[in-house]
């Protein structure tokens, strides 16, 4: 009887270690955009992020905000970008800055007068555009609909 008892405290420290029960959690923020498959990870734990939202013409950098912790960035079909880090032993928050790297080739339509694009210097980025939005970071022109 004795030898069961010990058996069965073993195992059920055994499944406690696999699944992690009773290691503090640590949470993962995330920009918008961003799917994990939990929010809260064990310290030495792979976290795994995707970012589906791609878009064509698009830089992305993906960062943390934690100096301590650096993430790997992959690429893939099935999943888009496909971030991982190991998990500290502290909350962590990752995020992405984009960067539309489309431009204007002003002699595509030739037979469209040139002086007809009145340029506009956007007020978020700066960027001189001649055209309705900004090609740096897609703001409408001020004052169209």
Not at 21 to 29: H, R
Not at 114 to 136: I, Q, R, V
């Amino acid at each position: 009887m004795k030898k069961r008892l010990i058996l069965f405290v073993l195992e059920v420290l055994a499944v406690m270690s696999l699944l992690g029960c009773g290691a503090q959690k640590y949470k993962v923020n995330a920009d918008s955009g961003f799917e994990l498959d939990k929010k809260a990870y064990a310290a030495g734990e792979e976290v795994t992020a995707y970012f589906k939202y791609v878009a064509t013409d698009t830089d992305y950098n993906f960062y943390c905000e934690n100096d301590d912790v650096k993430i790997k960035t992959d690429y893939d079909n099935a999943h888009g970008y496909v971030i991982t880090f190991t998990m500290p032993d502290h909350d962590v928050t990752i995020g992405v800055k984009s960067r539309n790297t489309m431009t204007m080739d002003y002699n595509a339509h030739p037979d469209v007068d040139p002086s007809a694009y009145e340029m506009w210097k956007c007020p978020d980025c700066g960027t001189l555009n001649a055209m309705p939005f900004c090609t740096e970071c897609g703001r409408k022109k001020p004052g169209v609909e």
